[in-house]
């Protein structure tokens, strides 16, 4: 009788198979093992592996900068506060909102330093500046995202250092003085209209102690 060695076990155990039993049982065990992997690594991300880092925890939030303070017009720039006073030391400022306004408005984040004032700005084309002049001095930015939502993150690490990501992505690093108890608030220029806002600030917590009663911006 004539055998197929196609599903016959003996000739597929033997050294004459074209793929021997052990490489099939070799690819079939780094298969699983692979997609094993794959698994663990999507529940990592899934739980903020990839994530920039944040300095301690969420200490405190806000969602309605239309009703903040004004503090001064600086050129085309408003400056608002109305804000806690800035951590000493390590801190992470998170601001996410969409902008239906012009083309040519901005929204952004403002930081007192030893020199003046430190403006973030993002715009609506794609451009991004970081100045402490009164004119924005724009470049563009390939991740971010017209018309749309985009997340300005502002991470404070160390002593004179700072790093600026949009939407999750470096855009700018440098060195950053920022003098005890100094002031920090929130930007708009040329009238942006803005939609779904969120500034999330974040701390060790033995660095802030936040006095009662604050409103817009509630200690969690």
Known sequence: MKVNRITD????????????????????????????????????LTLGLADPPRAGHLIAEAYAPASWALLRQHGEMILHTGLPARPEGTFTLELTTANHGTQESAWGIWLETATGQLHFLVDNQGYFSVTEEAQPRWQPFMHLRSGAENKLYLHYPQPEAAVLRLNDEIAWAGALTLPPESQWGFILYRRPRLHAYRLALYAPRKQHTYPPGLCLFSPL
């Open 9 to 44: 076990p003996d000739y597929l155990a033997s050294d004459d198979a074209i793929i021997p039993q052990k490489y099939w049982r070799l690819a079939a065990t780094i298969f699983i093992l692979t997609l094993l992997f794959l698994g663990i690594l999507a529940a990592l």
